[in-house]
């Protein structure tokens, strides 16, 4: 398999969707369909928008997951039923008991006012310290965090600044390519 | 001088000291530190003012050992052991142990029990609890073990094996064996095995892992006005404030030696003497009153009884009626075959009566607390929080309505799973059993229970070292015939 390093994969901090602390999700949004539209079509779609802040580059991430959840009903009683599980309901009861509360709340409404308000500091993800990679670690180790920490992305440092996001989506396709090029 | 200031009392505070370090050990894994919460819960001179003392009948097994533990205030029946323990103004009421002989049936297995079974209590502190029960746990069935097990005030351990655990105050564990675990003020939990878990205050939690599962939570911002605490402080709220106003009338009790019954007590019920009976109580045939219960203006028809911490005042309860451990009734009306749980806090007002229809079943922990008149129709199940007719409406089902329940339903903040039908069976069958076990149903011949067998009970006393490193701890006791 080639040598591949982190810095030959990842995508340069430059061609990936950002927004400043502060935006909103509508923002962020916008954000992330300028990027995609920049980005090289042939690569895959980026999934997820960095949030950065004048101190500290990148302060956090914005998945697809995040926005949903941003977007959904808040739900006093969620939690308890979260908490059903540790006490041996099945995960049948819990999910018909989560069915009808999402079915007495109401659907997403309101979506484009909602987004212009909510702020993304209040709902991103910041990285925890497994979560970073350095630039020269090569692709066998990159592999070994993202499965070992079952990670859809790595942020990729240079001297404690973070240069680029290193996406489980580009690491699969370099594998991948390795592979192909084998005479089995 | 200062040397033996200092050295007073060494061996109870160090006792103190390393029962919390055991009941911490085992609870590291949930991150949770008892020290805060206990450190002068029960201050040092209250461990030496009272005496501890055991009930000799000719119906339980007569065989205590204590060693190395302080029992201020603590009462034993049947086959006790303590060990490094502190055990404060307990009941360890051993009247319900396996005897030697008996068959178990769990599962495809008949297991024959080979000795009496014990209550053995092992590095543990208990604040005011309740032992109760037998072992049912059947690895454990001749030994009912509390270990590195610290217990708040009113809290009840019953039929539960207990080790490395915490109990806040009022929290009831029941029928659950238990490693582990922290269980938060006012909690009941009934679960078969339980370990490594921290229930939150105001759980109630009822599981038959085949058959059905029961959980409410009550709110906590409501549940405070009754049951709060905090680390560095008391248990506070008003079911501290009731047992504290109440606490005078038990002083006369514990400090006189021969007391007369201030009522009848007909010849097949049992009144029992550390129990406080205020005028105008009547107590019918077969019932049972234990120690540490307060009657006032209370009707106990045929069979009923009044378990221990019990407050039953200006309240009529017409017969077969279960009032069980810590549970208080107030200004309130029962019909017959009722069965209140355990710590329930059931209060009417004077010109303002709960009324409370035959065969209901007040689910453990349960607070029916009302300002203006309620009726409960027959035949409900009640649990949580009422204080209303909507209330009511949310955390009750009628017990003909539950039994047709096949798969679970859901109401505010309670989730049950499971058939309805084995729920309410397993309830009428441990409300039966418990009505037998105490005496309910004796014809003069047959089904003796705690009301003809613990009529009459000699107690004696046991007393600390008075003074020196010693001061507060008992000197090793062991008592057989």
């Not at chain 1, 004048?54 to 039923?81: M, R, W, Y």
């Not at chain 2, 309410?424 to 149903?441: D, K, P, S, T, Y």
């Amino acid at each position: 398999m080639e040598n591949y390093l982190v810095k030959d994969l990842m995508v340069p901090l430059s061609e990936y969707a950002t927004v400043p602390m502060g935006s909103t999700l509508f923002e962020a949004v916008l954000a992330l369909e300028k990027a995609q539209e920049e980005f090289d079509r042939t690569k895959y779609k980026h999934r997820g928008v960095l949030i950065l802040d004048p101190k500290k580059p990148v302060v956090g991430k914005l998945s697809h997951l995040h926005a949903l959840s941003a977007l959904e009903p808040k739900q006093d009683k969620v939690d308890s039923i979260q908490e059903l599980g540790q006490f041996g309901f099945s995960s049948n009861f819990i999910r018909q008991l989560r069915k009808q509360r999402r079915q007495q709340i109401a659907p997403l409404e309101d979506l484009c006012k909602k987004a212009a308000e909510l702020k993304v500091e209040d709902f991103m993800h910041i990285s925890a310290e497994d979560e970073f990679i350095d630039h020269e670690a090569t692709l066998d180790m990159a592999i070994d965090q993202l499965v070992q920490e079952k990670l859809l992305s790595l942020m990729v440092t240079q001297d404690d600044n973070t240069i680029g996001i290193l996406r489980l989506a580009d690491v699969f396709a370099a594998v991948y390519h390795s592979m192909a090029e084998c005479s089995i | 001088m200062q040397y033996l200031t200092t050295n007073i009392m060494k061996a109870l505070k160090e006792l103190f000291d390393r029962i919390v370090r055991c009941v911490n050990i085992n609870l590291r894994e949930l991150d949770y530190d008892v020290h805060p919460f206990v450190k002068n819960l029960v201050p040092f001179d209250q461990l030496v003012k009272f005496y501890g003392f055991y009930g000799i009948t000719p119906h339980h097994p007569l065989d205590f050992q204590f060693l190395h533990s302080n029992l201020a205030g603590s009462y034993f029946l049947g086959k006790c052991r303590t060990t490094n323990s502190i055990l404060y103004k307990s009941d360890i009421r051993g009247d319900e142990l396996k005897k030697e002989g008996a068959v178990i049936q769990y599962q495809d297995f008949e297991i024959l029990i080979s000795r009496d079974e014990e209550i053995r209590i092992e590095d543990s502190f208990l604040i005011k609890t309740l032992v109760h029960n037998c072992s049912h746990d059947p690895e454990t069935l001749e030994k009912f073990l509390i270990s590195n097990t610290l217990s708040t005030h009113y809290a009840n351990i019953h039929g539960s094996p207990t080790d490395g655990s915490f109990l806040g105050p009022f929290a009831t564990v029941d029928l659950t064996t238990m490693n582990d675990c922290v269980i938060g003020a006012f909690s009941y939990v009934q679960a078969g095995e339980i370990n490594h878990l921290q229930i939150e205050p105001g759980t109630i939690w009822v599981r038959n892992s085949d058959n059905f599962n029961f959980r409410y939570q009550y709110p906590l911002d409501k549940l405070s006005h009754y049951i709060h605490f905090m680390a560095g402080k008391p248990p506070q709220g008003l079911f501290m404030d009731f047992v504290e106003k109440h606490k005078k009338a038990f002083e006369r009790v514990f400090e006189t030696v021969n007391i007369d019954p201030s009522v009848t007590v007909p010849p097949n019920a049992s009144l029992d003497r550390y129990a406080v009976i205020k005028p105008k109580t009547l107590i019918r045939d077969n019932v049972l009153v234990a120690q540490r219960a307060f009657l006032k203006n209370a009707w106990l028809g045929v069979g009923a009884n009044a378990q221990e911490n019990c407050y039953i005042i200006n309240s009529r309860l017409e017969g077969f009626n279960v009032t069980a451990h810590g549970a208080k009734i107030i200004e309130t009306d029962l019909g017959q075959n009722i069965f209140v749980g355990f710590n329930s806090f059931l209060r009417g007002r004077p010109k303002n009566r709960l009324s409370i229809g035959k065969e209901c079943i007040i689910m453990p922990h349960s607070i029916i607390d009302i300002k203006k008149p309620l009726t409960i129709p027959p035949g409900h199940l009640v649990w949580g929080l009422v204080t209303c007719p909507a209330d009511l409406e949310t955390n009750s089902i009628s017990l003909k309505e539950l039994t047709k329940i096949k798969e679970g339903f859901w109401r505010g903040s309670m989730f049950f799973e499971g058939t309805g039908a084995s729920f309410v069976a397993a309830f009428r069958e441990r409300i039966h059993h418990i009505l037998e076990a105490n005496g309910a149903f004796y014809d003069g011949t047959k089904e003796k229970g705690h009301a003809q067998k613990n009529q009459n009970i000699s107690f004696n006393l046991i007393q600390p070292y008075p003074e020196g490193e010693l001061k507060g701890l008992f000197p090793t006791i062991i008592i057989r015939p």
